[in-house]
């Protein structure tokens, strides 16, 4: 089985460029979640969709934004990009949302984004 | 506001000498705390999940325990392949399903 899928591995931009991010979960898996880990750091939550809808937005500015397409896949949109949104951007995959934390989050390996 | 952390934030083992990893946490309403694992370049992969104080769990040479304030990652006789950044992350009961990590530890186990 496919794991969580992630495109592209490696992106380099330039400073006030935009970039588009895709994420492809495990099949049957409906909820997408977007992480941001700066090196040295742990995953900083950005975004979760479940079914298509928002169910979770962090601590970031409005220049990032996602959306998640019937079949389950996802995008992240970063515009105006900044040389502190350098990172590698991680999305995970879970089969569903509930109330107890028993859907296991499958991560990707990641898009490293270079911004100069 | 929710709150992970770990320490030590770097620790380097002998192959065969057994430690623990810790991760301090303070949260509202814990509905779950996990552990992955991350290989440089790589996502973070799952090892296990708690969901309340006095839980273990075990797999190979890790174990995992959880109280009301932290969790310990046991490494007994770790070997180099165990050398990665071992993730702390906590789910509350008021955050949705966003998970809340610590920064890490970084194990480097010398053969």
Known sequence: DAGVTQSPTHLIKTRGQHVTLRCSPISGHKSVSWYQQVLGQGPQFIFQYYEKEERGRGNFPDRFSARQFPNYSSELNVNALLLGDSALYLCASSLAQGRRANYGYTFGSGTRLTVV | ?111
């Open chain 2, 1 to 111: 506001e929710d709150q992970v952390t770990q320490s030590p934030e770097a620790l380097r083992l002998q192959e065969g000498e057994s430690s623990s990893l810790n991760c301090s946490y303070t949260v509202s309403g814990l509905r779950g705390l996990f552990w992955y694992r991350q290989d440089p370049g790589k996502g973070p992969e799952f090892l296990f999940t708690l969901y309340s104080a006095g839980e273990e769990k075990e797999k190979e040479r890790l174990k995992a325990t959880l109280t009301k304030k932290e969790s310990f990652l046991h490494i007994t006789a770790p070997k180099p392949e165990d050398s990665a950044t071992y993730l702390c992350a906590v789910q509350a009961g008021n955050a949705g399903n966003m998970l809340t990590f610590g920064g890490g530890t970084r194990l480097m186990v010398k053969p």
